[in-house]
C-alpha cells in the first residue's frame, strides 16, 4: 500500500451511502439506475457544476476535483465510489484506486455493446474532446472496434445545455443536428451516448437519427457492476426501508435545485457545496 493510501476513518459498513459523482447534473441518469436497482441502499450525489464540463480540462486538473470529490464522500461514510462520468473515469480512476482502498466504480463509452449490437458494422460515438483524447477510449477502440468501423464526434456545448436544463430548446436540438449528422453521413446504424449528460436528450437525439438508429449507454451496466460489487464486499444494505437520496451541487444558478428535480424525477434535497 502507498504512503499516499487514504483509508475511510471508519471500516465501511453495509448501511453506509454509496457515493455517486459527475463533473455536473449527467451522472443523475446513472443514479437513476442505480436506485431502480438498489432503491434500499443511500445515495448520496455530488453534481461538480461549476466545474462542468470536464471534457476541457487537463487530467491534472479533473484528477484533483476528483480526489476534492471522493475526501467529501468519504467523509460523509462512503462504502463505494461511482464516478459517474466517463471523462473523469477516463483521466482519473487509476490514480484514484491507487489512493483510496475503498471500492471505485468508473464509466466507458458502450463500445462493445454497440458493435455487438450494429446490423452494418458502423457505429457512432458521441462523447466530450476529453473522452475522446483519452488513451482509456483508444484502448477501447483497440479492444472492441477491431471489426467495426467507427466514426467519433466531439459535442462542445452540449453538456452545458443539459446543465442549464435545456433539454428541448432549439439551441440544444441545433448543436444535436450538428453532432449527429456526420455519424449518419457514415451510416452509423448504432450510437453511443458516450457522456453520462447525453441520455437526458435521447428524445432530441432521436428526433434527428430516427428510431432505426440505435442509442446505446452504460448506466444499467454500472448498476449492475456496483451490485455484484457490493454483494463481493459483503456491503450490500440488507434493509426493508427505502434509502434516502441526497444531492450536492457547487452550481451558483438559481435554477440549480430546479435542473436537478426534472433531471431526478421526483422533489430532491439538495444541498450546497
Given at each position: 500500500?502507498?504512503?499516499?493510501?487514504?483509508?475511510?476513518?471508519?471500516?465501511?459498513?453495509?448501511?453506509?451511502?454509496?457515493?455517486?459523482?459527475?463533473?455536473?447534473?449527467?451522472?443523475?441518469?446513472?443514479?437513476?439506475?442505480?436506485?431502480?436497482?438498489?432503491?434500499?441502499?443511500?445515495?448520496?450525489?455530488?453534481?461538480?457544476?461549476?466545474?462542468?464540463?470536464?471534457?476541457?480540462?487537463?487530467?491534472?486538473?479533473?484528477?484533483?476535483?476528483?480526489?476534492?470529490?471522493?475526501?467529501?464522500?468519504?467523509?460523509?461514510?462512503?462504502?463505494?465510489?461511482?464516478?459517474?462520468?466517463?471523462?473523469?473515469?477516463?483521466?482519473?480512476?487509476?490514480?484514484?484506486?491507487?489512493?483510496?482502498?475503498?471500492?471505485?466504480?468508473g464509466m466507458e463509452p458502450a463500445v462493445k455493446p454497440a458493435a455487438d449490437a450494429s446490423k452494418n458494422g458502423i457505429i457512432g460515438i458521441l462523447a466530450t474532446v476529453g473522452t475522446l483524447k483519452s488513451a482509456q477510449f483508444a484502448a477501447l477502440l483497440e479492444s472492441y472496434g477491431r471489426n467495426v468501423e467507427v466514426v467519433t464526434q466531439a459535442c462542445v456545448g452540449l453538456v452545458e445545455c443539459i446543465e442549464r436544463?435545456?433539454?428541448?430548446?432549439?439551441?440544444t436540438k441545433d448543436l444535436i443536428q450538428e453532432y449527429c449528422t456526420?455519424?449518419?453521413a457514415e451510416g452509423a446504424d448504432t450510437i453511443v451516448l458516450g457522456c453520462t449528460h447525453y441520455p437526458f436528450v435521447r428524445a432530441l437525439i432521436l428526433d434527428v437519427v430516427g428510431h432505426d438508429v440505435a442509442l446505446v449507454d452504460t448506466g444499467a451496466a454500472v448498476a449492475n457492476q456496483l451490485k455484484n460489487r457490493?454483494?463481493?464486499?459483503?456491503?450490500l444494505s440488507t434493509s426493508n426501508q427505502p434509502g434516502n437520496v441526497i444531492f450536492w451541487t457547487n452550481n451558483i444558478a438559481m435554477n440549480a435545485t430546479q435542473v436537478i428535480e426534472m433531471l431526478w424525477g421526483a422533489h430532491a434535497e439538495v444541498n450546497v457545496l
Open positions: 500500500m502507498s504512503a499516499q493510501t487514504i483509508i475511510s476513518s471508519e471500516i465501511p459498513v453495509a448501511t453506509n451511502p454509496i457515493g455517486v459523482f459527475d463533473s455536473g447534473v449527467g451522472g443523475i441518469s446513472v443514479l437513476r439506475h442505480i436506485h431502480a436497482l438498489l432503491p434500499q441502499e443511500q445515495l448520496f450525489y455530488v453534481a461538480d457544476s461549476q466545474y462542468a464540463p470536464y471534457g476541457n480540462k487537463t487530467d491534472v486538473e479533473i484528477q484533483a476535483r476528483c480526489f476534492a470529490i471522493a475526501d467529501f464522500l468519504i467523509a460523509k461514510g462512503a462504502k463505494v465510489l461511482v464516478v459517474a462520468c466517463n471523462t473523469a473515469t477516463a483521466a482519473a480512476i487509476d490514480v484514484m484506486r491507487e489512493k483510496y482502498s475503498l471500492p471505485i466504480i436544463g435545456e433539454l428541448t430548446e432549439k439551441n456526420p455519424l449518419l457490493l454483494v463481493e464486499k459483503g456491503l
